[in-house]
């Protein structure tokens, strides 16, 4: 008999990488990874076409788009671990009043890489057995009227993993049950059957108790991701510098208050909070962050204690900021200096940290109150 073979070690990640925020291109500093050494990668990388991003990216066409984001989505099939996950925040684009397809032709680029390679006559861009596990759908609550188009709240969160061994926390991820839902269980259970001669059968369990039981940690998670859907993640009460501009707002039902700077100050740097959908703009010049919310949500859903977090468009440095404070290792990279430096100085010091690190889970009443109680302090 031959000898049994030890474990192969864990990978180990480059010292200098771990636990910081780095003033590169991703696709440089991912390279510098070893082999399935992250277990998950979550970002919102630059839309097509829409924006001027600080340090130098204005943006590609959307017919330009996949072309330029396939290496980056390569490189972090790589380094993904076989129970990692890829979880993309991204949005579609309107061309001629045509909602462009880019995205889909990106998903099936990630399927089939040499069909598409292939059919576009360029070089293979390989994608290390990447498949689209899930796709979500992030409601924002808020949208740009047009008089010509549906109101569009929500944005894409596509989820990527390479095998079925993918880490899911199902119960990170529950949801509150929906007063129909709670009221459906109080019902006898009925289990319908079809004999061979045809008759339909029906047989009754006992109802209430006897019936089914509503799961103490809540329902399943939905792929529509909104405020109801975040039961295991912590609201967020942030304190602002005077002079901070806060309109504060209960999604559909209007603007409860708003505090303005008082006459002849300028307003903060971290200017514009929104509270209720909980977008903001942190810094005067970003133009898209995502709310530590739905970075929390997925760190929790699809992370351990202990794994490693990375962000290959970090911005102003949230997933970092979140992954610190849930006690996970953490790589950021972005291209503008402005943005990893306030990135840097909020894990040091962000609003957020003492929040996050309560690691007690609120029942759902409590959180209610609670909320209830934060919107009635900012009207006051």
Do not use: C
Request: hydrophobic share 35%; no cysteine.
């Amino acid at each position: 008999m031959g000898k049994k073979r030890s474990p192969e070690p864990a990978p180990t990640l480059p010292f200098l990488l771990v636990d910081g925020i780095h003033h590169m291109d991703s696709l440089e500093g991912m390279k510098a990874l070893p082999d399935a050494s992250v277990d998950l990668v979550i970002t919102s990388p630059p839309y097509a076409d829409m924006k001027v991003y600080a340090g130098g990216f204005n943006g590609f066409h959307p017919d330009e788009y996949v072309g330029w984001f396939l290496p980056y989505v390569s490189e972090i099939a790589r380094i993904l671990k076989p129970t990692g996950s890829f979880i993309l925040n991204i949005n579609d684009k309107v061309v001629d009043t045509f909602r462009h397809p880019f995205l889909f032709e990106l998903i099936y680029a990630i399927h089939n890489p040499e069909k598409y390679a292939r059919a576009e006559q360029t070089k293979m861009v390989p994608m290390y057995g990447l498949r689209l596990y899930e796709r979500l759908f992030w409601n924002k609550g808020k949208f740009l009227a047009n008089p010509h188009r549906f109101g569009d709240k929500v944005e894409y969160l596509f989820w990527f993993s390479k095998t079925k061994q993918r880490k899911v926390n199902m119960d990170a991820m529950r949801m509150e049950y929906d007063e129909k839902s709670v009221k459906r269980m109080e019902r006898p259970l009925i289990k319908r059957f079809v004999r061979e001669s045809g008759e339909e059968v029906s047989e009754y369990k006992d109802g209430g108790a006897g019936s089914w039981q509503p799961n103490p940690e809540g329902a399943l998670p939905s792929t529509l991701i909104e405020e109801g859907a975040m039961r295991h993640v912590r609201p967020i009460v942030e304190t602002f510098d005077e002079g901070t501009a806060v309109l504060l707002d209960n999604l559909g039902e209007g603007v409860l208050h708003a505090v303005w700077p008082t006459i002849g100050s300028s307003p903060h740097p971290s200017t514009l909070v929104t509270i209720g959908s909980e977008t903001r703009r942190i810094l005067g010049s970003h133009v898209a962050v995502y709310p530590e919310r739905l970075v929390s949500y997925f760190i929790q859903g699809a992370t351990d204690k202990g794994d490693v977090v990375l962000d290959p468009f970090s911005g102003t440095g949230t997933t970092a900021v979140v992954a610190k404070a849930l006690g996970r290792r953490y790589i950021a990279f972005d291209i503008s200096e402005e943005y990893v430096a306030f990135g840097i100085e909020r894990l040091a010091s962000g609003p957020y940290l003492s929040e996050l690190q309560q690691e007690t889970t609120q029942p759902s009443s409590e959180k209610a109150s609670k909320r209830q109680h934060t919107l009635e302090d900012f009207e006051k």
